[in-house]
């Protein structure tokens, strides 16, 4: 189901090469990129507020586009794409969750274009 949705959202032009993307290459992107990723969530008033301040590049790939998962990555009870807006410090990305939202949040980065890198973003509540 995952890679459905990734596939609705990333997909922009199709190329002669298939990129086949591995768990263990994922994991490695995401143990080597996430430290880019800054992740502030604020309590205020009954809801969290949730700022993800990412880099503009990785290397020489630069930033695509960005979704929400909600619950799982491979079944998610939300998904929805991600904005990113600029920031002193690259990009922004952030939105507000009531308290009966707050479960497992995933923010997935893709940079590059054709056979590009993602990155998983863990969101952690306070």
């Not at 790939?61 to 920031?87: C, G, K, T, V």
């Amino acid at each position: 189901m995952r890679w459905i949705l990734l596939s609705l959202l990333f997909c922009g032009a199709s190329h002669a090469a298939t990129c086949i993307v591995t768990e263990e290459q994922e994991f490695l992107w995401n143990e080597k990129y996430r430290p880019l990723f800054k992740v502030n969530t604020d309590y205020f008033d009954e809801s969290y507020s949730v700022e993800i301040v990412i880099p503009n590049k990785i290397g020489e790939r630069e930033y695509q586009n960005s979704a929400l998962f909600i619950d799982s990555l491979d079944e998610p009870s939300l998904f929805m794409p991600a904005e990113a807006f600029e920031h002193d410090e690259g990009k922004v990305v952030w939105y507000t969750v009531g308290n009966e939202l707050v479960r497992k949040h995933f923010l997935v980065f893709s940079y590059g274009e054709g056979c590009g890198i993602s990155v998983t973003v863990p969101v952690v509540f306070n």
